[in-house]
């Protein structure tokens, strides 16, 4: 089968029934999307999918036909998205683990919606558990990239 | 000015334990030399200059023994030792060290004799020191109890001091310039003319220097990183995915494994049927290890998929079955047998207490047991190889790591190389090492390849050592519009008594942590009394983030707010008017004025107000709630705390918000319960905090007006579930008196 990860075409020869988180972590060695619960309850493998924020613990790689980006896809230090930036500003992380999923449930929130409400943003980031307790900065963070982004 | 501290020359390297514990001197061999572990690691032309920082060609690396989990302790350590090094923020490589006696947590025991926190009292400071000097002996490098600043604050400023003066006296011998002429900047030496001597290539000759009688360290006033805003130093690659904890590391010809074992903790295997899963593909082996097996495949998924079709036989726990037959051992230990402490006793509490007569008041309160479930379940990669093993994990204790790793494979502790690594998150579960064993089990029946083994969620969740659950039983008399009388008996299992069982010792005397939080609190009650019962082991337990104080906060203080109320007095003015302590009775007024006490809200709303004093931090939250249709809406949280300087204010205010998350959020929603003697929960859709959506808007105050220096990961914790339980009660009228509160109120 054929995935496309960060513009990268790889060939796997897989189960298809293997979620993509664990193609990209054990076949792939992409280990950006974290495993958290494996339920998809927590958040922490979030992926993009054709531009979607996707669980990539519960999606099969087989069903995955459009191309991937993940946080390393994302941005770079030498090249931020605007919502790393923002992260890096606001010094969000504290363990950091739950944050790729987070910043990639933002990145792909904020491009389908420039002009967010709190309310939105607050519903829109409340699947993504962190146990360390980042809620108000990410909070902080999401208003300051949508303001960033050009919306507000 | 800066304040000149003496070392005494051959133990400046373990730092001013040797001043602050001087007391004891004598009394026990206190001036053994440690070795320095970075000695044995040098090639010519490196240097080591104190177990803290090591200068070679390539640069600069400063040493960060105590383990990061979130809380910034690597760059904490660092600014500490880059502060009095002169060097530039980020100028620099951190490395965690390996274990080594020298790099003992003098501040971790210093809290663990009965003396409250504020006692400032001759006894109680030489008790401290002992703990000093205990925590050297036994090498304890050790992270917890909010202790890493505290520990480092003067160790690690005195090694970036000497460093610095050896570098300088270096410098002095090559350009035969005096000492007192040369100055330093961001890692260079600058001569009288402006020449810049990098610190690089000045470690070899830094090395043949004397070490120096004293050092002054710098005023505060002089400081440049510490007190200022600092970027964290991993703050970068954690917002771009690129960090590696654990569970990320790969390694050529590595093996992915995961274990399965009887979530009837100590009950063992009987049988294991494992046609069906070593069929499985992409399995290379399944291998036996102590109470289950281990699964070793291609692949960590592939491990997973296996291990869920192993059929085991578990074997009976040793421990009751369910949570109510637990409770029913909790509520029958309070017995004159089961008494542990009574280290608070004042006035004549049965006294007052019979004389009130039907006037008393008395309740019954609960917490339950709750998981640590860190976001990165546990790992850790193993290689056994020639008689040695190679370790790469996350671990708040690495030389209890060490032996115990070494003892199942029946080597030598020095044939145990511990690669520390970062961890996404711990709350208190890495100061064990059971995970870390049945890695190394596994890598011995599997020996030459690095094995990576991986708990599913479902194991982490099923194999914790919870918080120990505890019940009070809370009587008191109110006389005059003031709380007069107040006994408090708690019930719980032993944190301590559990963890020093599974390191094969016993821990003698009363523990404190059955009380912490609730004895020791600065309140003059006339009548005051808190009992300790401990209730005999049923599931082993361990210390999570706070401790007992997780517990106990919410026990002393929701029924302190009872007695308030039942006297018709103000919560905040009548905690202040009992306050025997003065910091503590800052932060109350801090608090009060932060959150507008006293002022009118609108209907349906309401504050509640707690305090608690841990290790060694008086804090003081108010919490406000709505009720609304869809249910209580915690609105805002004002936090006002006193840990003397606070040395990183954007961290320190990251550490007093998740620790107040964390307070409410299992406050509000978890608990771990049992049937057939195994937790129900298994993973996150049943054990839960709250989610962004119902997180408050939290405001942070810290006062710094005391000379002393404290950590903050764990003392926001305690008041924030007594905040919001006294807080619902201000908006509804109903008194919770059982944690989690969502079985008797519902939160929108
Ligand atoms: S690991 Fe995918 S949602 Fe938790
Ligand atoms: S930062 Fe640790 S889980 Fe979110």
Redesign the interface.
């Known amino acids: 089968m054929r995935l496309v990860v960060n513009g990268q075409p790889h060939e796997l020869d897989l189960?298809p029934e293997?979620?993509l988180?664990?193609a990209l972590?054990?076949?792939l060695?992409i280990?950006?999307?974290?495993?958290?619960?494996?339920?998809g309850?927590?958040g922490?493998c979030t992926v993009h999918v054709g531009g979607k924020a996707v669980r990539s613990c519960s999606a099969p790689v087989g069903s995955v036909k459009e191309p991937v980006t993940?946080?390393?896809g994302?941005?770079?230090?030498e090249s931020?998205h605007p919502v790393?930036k923002v992260?890096?500003e606001l010094?969000?992380?504290?363990?950091?683990?739950?944050?790729?999923g987070q910043?990639m449930t933002a990145a792909a929130f904020l491009a389908g919606n420039r002009q967010p409400t709190d309310e939105q943003i607050?519903?829109a980031?409340?699947?993504?558990?962190?146990?360390?307790?980042?809620?108000?900065?990410?909070?902080a963070a999401v208003r300051r990239a949508a303001a960033a982004l050009g919306g507000r | 000015m800066g304040r000149v501290r003496t070392i005494a020359r051959r133990t400046f390297l373990i730092g001013t334990a040797a001043v602050a514990g001087g007391l004891v001197v004598g009394a026990i061999a206190y001036h053994w030399p440690l070795k320095n572990p970075l000695l044995d690691d040098l090639d010519e032309g490196d240097a080591a200059l104190t177990p803290y920082v090591r200068i070679d060609r390539n640069g600069i690396t400063i040493i960060t023994p105590r383990a990061d989990l979130g809380q910034g302790a690597y760059s904490m350590q660092a600014a500490l030792v880059a502060e009095e090094l002169d060097v530039a923020w980020g100028s620099f490589s951190v490395e965690p060290g390996l274990p080594s006696a020298a790099y003992y947590n003098g501040a971790v025991l210093a809290e663990g004799f009965p003396f409250a926190a504020t006692n400032d009292g001759f006894l109680a400071n030489r008790a401290r020191g002992m703990g000093g000097v205990i925590s050297k002996l036994i090498g304890l490098q050790i992270t917890g109890g909010s202790s890493t600043v505290p520990d480092g604050y003067e160790k690690l400023r005195m090694a970036g001091a000497v460093a610095r003066q050896l570098l300088l006296a270096a410098a002095a011998k090559q350009t035969g310039v005096a000492v007192s002429a040369l100055r330093t900047q961001d890692g260079e030496v600058i001569t009288p003319n402006g020449d810049r001597i990098p610190y690089r290539t000045l470690g070899a000759a830094a090395a043949q220097m004397r070490a120096p009688s004293h050092v002054t360290l710098k005023d505060p006033t002089e400081w440049r990183l510490l007190g200022q805003p600092m970027q964290r130093l991993d703050i970068a690659e954690k917002s771009t995915g690129v960090t590696k904890y654990g569970i990320d590391l790969r390694f050529p010809g590595m093996v992915y494994a995961t274990v399965r074992t009887n979530p009837r903790i100590g009950g063992g295997m009987l049988s294991v049927d494992d046609a069906a899963a070593k069929a499985a593909k992409g399995v290379i082996t399944i291998v036996p290890i102590t109470g289950g097996v281990g699964v070793i495949a291609d692949n960590s998924w592939r491990a997973f998929q296996a291990a869920a079709l192993l059929q085991p036989q578990w074997g009976p726990a040793p421990y009751p079955s369910t949570s109510s037959e637990i409770w029913e051992n909790v509520a029958a230990s309070f017995t004159d047998d089961l008494k542990d402490s009574r280290f608070k006793n004042e006035g004549n509490v049965d006294g007052a207490i019979s004389s009130a007569g039907a006037q008393a008041l008395s309740a019954e309160y609960r917490v339950p047991f709750l998981a640590h479930a860190a976001l990165e379940p546990l790992n850790a990669i193993v290689r056994f190889d020639e008689g040695a093993l190679a370790i790469w994990t996350g671990t708040q204790v690495p030389r209890f790591l060490q032996e115990a790793a070494a003892k199942v494979a029946g080597i030598h502790a020095d044939d145990v190389t511990l690669h520390a690594q970062i961890s996404g998150g711990s709350f208190g579960r890495r100061l064990e090492t059971d995970y870390v064993v049945q890695a190394v089990e596994v890598a011995i029946a599997y020996p030459g390849v690095p094995v990576k083994m991986t708990w599913t969620r479902e194991e982490d969740m099923t194999h914790d050592f919870p918080r120990p659950l505890a019940m009070a039983r809370a009587r008191g008399v109110v006389q005059n519009g003031q709380v007069h009388a107040y006994a408090l008996d708690i019930a719980s299992p032993s944190v301590s008594a559990s963890q020093t069982s599974r390191l094969g010792a016993s821990l003698p005397g009363p523990d404190l942590g059955i009380v912490a939080g609730a004895w020791d609190q600065p309140f003059a009650i006339p009548h005051y009394r808190v009992t300790g019962y401990r209730v005999p082991e049923t599931v082993p337990v361990s210390a999570w983030r706070s401790v007992g104080a997780s517990a106990n906060g919410f026990l002393h203080e929701c029924f302190l707010d009872e007695l308030i109320h039942a006297a018709g007095a103000d919560p905040l003015r009548e905690r202040i008017r009992l306050c025997t302590d003065d910091a503590s009775r800052r932060v109350l007024e801090a608090v009060g004025e932060m959150s507008g006490w006293g002022t009118p809200l609108a209907a349906g709303r309401g504050r509640g107000l707690a305090f608690t004093l841990s290790f060694g931090v008086p804090v003081a939250e108010v919490v406000e709630v709505t009720n609304t249709p869809a249910g209580i809406t915690i609105d805002r949280v004002f936090v006002a705390c006193e840990v003397g300087r606070v040395l990183d204010p954007v961290n320190f205010e990251s550490q007093v918000e998740g620790g107040v998350i964390w307070g409410l959020g299992h406050a509000m929603n978890a608990e771990i319960t049992y049937a057939d003697a195994m937790p129900e929960q298994t993973n996150f859709h049943q054990f839960y905090g709250m989610n962004l959506g119902q997180a408050p808007v939290i405001v942070v105050q810290a006062l710094e007006t005391v000379h002393q220096v404290r950590g903050i990961g764990e003392p926001p914790v305690p008041p924030a579930a007594p905040a919001l339980a006294n807080a619902i009660f201000a908006a509804t009228g109903q008194r919770v008196r059982e944690l989690p509160l969502r079985k008797h109120v519902r939160f929108a």
Do not use: F, H
Not at chain 1, 31 to 39: E, L, Q, S
Not at chain 1, 74 to 77: F, M
């Open positions: 189960e293997m979620p988180l664990w972590r054990d076949e060695g280990t950006g999307p974290k495993y958290g619960c494996g339920v309850v927590c922490a993940t946080i390393e994302l941005g770079t230090r931020l790393q992260w890096i010094q969000v992380a504290q363990c950091g683990y739950c944050q790729s910043i607050d519903q980031m409340s699947a993504n558990l962190c146990r360390c307790g980042t809620y108000p900065r990410i909070r």
